[in-house]
T-cell receptor
């Protein structure tokens, strides 16, 4: 089955700096790569996703890049703000148009300091 | 819409006891899931369902059972609780068929402790 590795496990940046979180996946058939944000004590929520037919996707201060050859994808957050502090999870799956059987990474705890 | 609703939010069980975690969604989603989240381990899929009457195992199904008698409800049953089942459990749902967004909508979670 799919295996997703995520690094780093913790990341501390100063407000205004950029943050990068990296993930690798094992199954070359995977074609859907979402990122979820989980604030302390809250439910995970989708912040951005990318499909294998696209190399990069941006949404305001966040962007995701995908390298299918190397089987890795990354989350980039620019101009970080205190409200970006949370745990971020990457995930991968083979999206066949039915159930989203995602395999999640182990998470990155991002701390944005003032 | 309330979205995905889970009950209870917290529960302490003794080893060997059984219980059911309830999950309901009002978004008319065909697909529903149960995940468990252990510290530092991400989310692991326990069971999922693609529609009423259809369930299938995920990555970590041992010790659990599910049923899906209606589109709205997807309860998770723990039989003979063990300390290894101490975790936070999340129910989720996603859009119906076709090549949809795949986004998972999570409930607020249920924190279970087995002592």
């Amino acid at each position: 089955g799919e295996n997703v590795e995520q690094h780093p496990s913790t990341l501390s940046v100063q407000e205004g700096d950029s943050a990068v979180i990296k993930c690798t996946y094992s199954d070359s058939a995977s074609n859907y790569f979402p990122w979820y944000k989980q604030e302390l004590g809250k439910r995970p929520q989708l912040i951005i996703d990318i499909r294998s037919n696209v190399g990069e996707k941006k949404d305001q201060r966040i962007a995701v890049t995908l390298n299918k050859t190397a089987k890795h994808f990354s989350l980039h957050i620019t101009e970080t703000q205190p409200e970006d502090s949370a745990v971020y999870f990457c995930a991968a799956s083979l999206d066949t148009g039915t159930a989203s059987k995602l395999t999640f990474g182990t998470g990155t705890r991002l701390q944005v300091t003032l | 819409n309330a979205g995905v609703t889970q009950t209870p939010k917290f529960r302490i069980l003794k080893i060997g006891q059984s219980m059911t975690l309830q999950c309901a969604q009002d978004m008319n989603h065909n697909y529903m899931y149960w995940y468990r989240q252990d510290p530092g381990m991400g989310l692991k899929l326990i069971y999922y369902s693609v529609g009423a009457g259809i369930t299938d195992k995920g990555e970590v199904p041992n010790g659990y059972n599910v049923s899906r008698s209606t589109t709205e409800d997807f309860p998770l049953r723990l039989e003979l609780a063990a300390p290894s089942q101490t975790s936070v459990y999340f129910c989720a749902s996603s859009y119906p068929g076709g090549f949809g967004t795949g986004e998972l909508f999570f409930g607020e979670g249920s924190r279970l402790t087995v002592l």
